[in-house]
């Protein structure tokens, strides 16, 4: 499990990866995570893969990328990370503090599994089947947002043993029904 060493940092690492497109909902998750960072006191180092954009994603990024220079004077910073082979994205998703997959639309979410992988408190809209509610939010409102990301932050332990649990049930009660179908 992870060591939750970053309440002790004045800094706060907030993954939002996977590859920039609209309803992946990255900018509203962006303005959230920052008015949380600002919240804790805290300046945000906001991750995304940038150098994969899809279905007219362009202008997404542009306004991630114009939002974070308004605020270079406060401290907050979008990083941007080149899309990976699974091996060093995990490693990557363990150096977070906290990773957000806010979307508006998912079927799995791949990323969510392997930040929860690594023992790293996730934050995520209702769309992701097997994730807990209690760290749940609605996609357009940042105050929501800012509230799964505060619980977050406050019960990383009880955020990362029910999103780990809860997935494991998920992939359980997929396996069966594969074999039933199967059989």
Request: glycine fraction near 4%; charge should be positive; charged fraction near 20%.
């Amino acid at each position: 499990k992870k060591k939750q060493l970053y309440k002790k940092n004045d800094i706060i690492n907030i993954g939002c990866f996977g590859a920039v497109r609209p309803l992946k909902n990255h900018l509203i998750q962006a303005i959230a995570s920052i008015k949380f960072a600002d919240a804790i006191g805290k300046k945000l180092h906001f991750h995304i893969n940038s150098d994969r954009v899809e279905q007219k994603g362009e202008p997404i990024l542009n306004n991630l990328i114009a939002t974070f220079e308004q605020l270079k004077d406060k401290g907050h910073r979008l990083i941007h990370h080149k899309w990976s082979v699974r091996e060093q994205f995990i490693e990557l998703c363990s150096t977070m503090d906290i990773g957000i997959q806010v979307s508006f639309n998912e079927t799995f979410n791949i990323v969510g599994a392997d930040i929860v992988s690594q023992g790293v408190p996730l934050v995520v809209s209702p769309e992701i089947p097997w994730a807990s509610r209690f760290f749940s939010s609605r996609q357009t409102n940042t105050d929501d947002i800012v509230s799964a990301l505060k619980y977050s932050y406050m019960l990383p332990s009880v955020n990362v043993f029910l999103n780990q649990t809860y997935l494991k049930w998920y992939t359980d009660d997929t396996i069966n029904i594969w074999f039933k179908f199967f059989k």
